[in-house]
């Protein structure tokens, strides 16, 4: 687990409701941990998971602190063990990011990332608080961890976006990037890049959990039933091209660097890959041309094709 939204809670890998008592953690944790321990027949990772539950959740003084989306320094590592937490508050983790300030050449940016994400999310957050409920403050860590885990991934998809947008802007003027065009009846495409590299479709993303390539797409447990994000990204880019007349370089799809073990990997013939999945710790390599295609664009041409043509949702 991860500081992401999209993460099953703690409560959530040990199976039980957040307002067990400890009595019910501690056997739950119990039971967990013998299903899923490696010498058992159980699996390593899930084992792991299982442990990092118990130790944001497994006194009263840790789970106190995460319950109130304060930020550990320490942990139990036992059922029986102590702790020694000094808090914090995770808000700032969820609110939207203030604007920067400083002198460095950034990247031209059109467009609002991670703005229709975060519209989605205070939807659908207020709809499960119940309509017409004040909300005081809906980036409150202890509320977001209490709402269902379909509410925390479309926070985390908007932090995902904001990641990616902030490490585009950090790659300086030669770079211009659109966010949140309008894909027509694809919904939306998060992010197009372009670059003496190339032209690139992005979307950014956060499931909350590993995943990996199968017969040209992703796959993994915390995906929903019949969601495929590479088809999707496909689509979405398909629609942006042909409103804009462009040709893209490559499409990728950006994930935290927990949900794969490698940096690329390709979806699709290695000649002619479908896509790309990227950890976001090597987007910076992929759009600076390690792995992009022989060529180049016309920057200028294109950019200025772009900002006559593109629409934004």
């Known amino acids: 687990m991860t500081d992401s939204p999209a993460d099953a809670t703690p409560y959530e890998v040990l199976g039980v ?14 039971r967990a941990a013998r299903e899923t321990h490696p010498d058992l027949g159980g699996d390593a990772i899930r084992f792991r998971r299982v442990q990092i539950a118990w130790e944001r959740v497994g006194t009263p003084a840790a789970r106190r602190a995460y319950d109130t989306g304060s930020r550990p320094t320490s942990a139990p590592t036992a059922p029986s063990g102590g702790s020694d937490w000094r808090t914090g508050s995770a808000r700032d983790a969820y609110a939207p990011p203030t604007a920067r300030r400083d002198s460095r050449p950034r990247a031209r940016s059109h467009g609002h990332p991670g703005g229709r ?33 379909f509410i925390r ?16 802007a950090d790659m300086g003027m030669g770079v211009t990037v659109w966010h949140d065009l309008d894909a027509g009846a694809e919904g939306k495409l998060d992010h197009v890049v372009l670059m003496p590299s190339g032209l690139w479709a992005l979307e950014s993303i956060d499931w909350g959990g590993p995943v990996r390539v199968e017969h040209g797409e992703v796959v993994g447990e915390t995906l929903e039933p019949g969601e495929r994000p590479v088809k999707e990204l496909v689509r979405a880019a398909r629609a942006v091209q042909k409103q804009t007349r462009v040709r893209f370089t490559g499409r990728l799809l950006v994930v935290p660097d927990s949900a794969v073990d490698v940096d690329v990997q390709l979806v699709g013939p290695q000649r002619k890959p479908t896509a790309f999945v990227v950890r976001r710790s090597a987007l ?8 992009s295609p022989e060529g180049a664009v016309d920057v200028f041409e294109v ?11």
Request: net charge negative; proline share 5%; no cysteine.
């Open 303 to 313: 950019r200025d094709r772009l900002q006559q043509t593109v629409r934004f949702v």
């Open 17 to 30: 409701a957040a307002t067990a008592d400890d009595e019910e953690l501690r056997r739950a944790y119990r």
């Open 117 to 149: 994400s975060r519209e989605v999310f205070l939807a659908a957050e207020r709809e499960w608080v119940g309509l017409g409920d004040p909300i005081e403050d809906p980036y409150d860590p202890s509320l977001i961890r209490s709402a269902p885990r």
């Open 153 to 168: 991934r479309l926070l985390g998809e908007a932090l995902a976006e904001e990641a990616t947008a902030s490490i585009v």
């Open 284 to 291: 910076g390599q992929v759009l600076n041309g390690v792995w």
